[in-house]
């Protein structure tokens, strides 16, 4: 079993910055990609931007040069740290990690539950 716990999230102003957390825990014995996804109200989930266990990244066009994904192998964490918010950023922000769990060796794909962030004044 596998578990991704989310912190960071909540409401900033417009323009504001907001740095969101993601801790796994669990059965693990190595994680692939570390992401984050979100889904506005009355729209799909998105990638927002995700990062392999080498430092690879990729970024949705909306957070290229406003947003940085980054992670702690030694924690199993992954954090994304957003700049320059606006209205169009108030979503439901979910972690993702392609886990592979010990024994079976086999990967799972692992959600959190999600954390709202909202950008208003």
């Known amino acids: 079993q596998v578990q991704l716990v989310e912190s960071g999230g909540g409401l900033v102003q417009p323009g504001g910055s907001l740095r969101l957390s993601c801790a796994a825990s669990?059965?693990?014995?190595?994680?692939?990609?570390m992401g984050w996804y979100r889904q506005a109200p009355g729209k799909e989930r998105d990638l927002v931007a995700s990062?392999?266990?080498?430092?690879?990244?990729n970024y949705a066009d909306s957070m290229k040069g406003r947003s940085t994904i980054s992670r702690d192998n030694a924690k199993n964490t992954v954090y994304l740290q957003m700049n320059s918010m606006n209205a169009e950023d108030t979503a439901v922000y979910y972690c993702?990690?392609?886990?592979?769990?010990?024994?079976?060796?086999?990967?799972?794909?692992?959600w959190g539950q999600g954390t709202l962030v909202t950008v208003s004044s």
């Open positions: 993702n990690a392609r886990v592979r769990v010990p024994v079976q060796m086999w990967y799972v794909d692992v």
């Open positions: 669990g059965s693990i014995f190595s994680i692939n990609t």
């Open positions: 990062i392999t266990s080498g430092g690879s990244t």
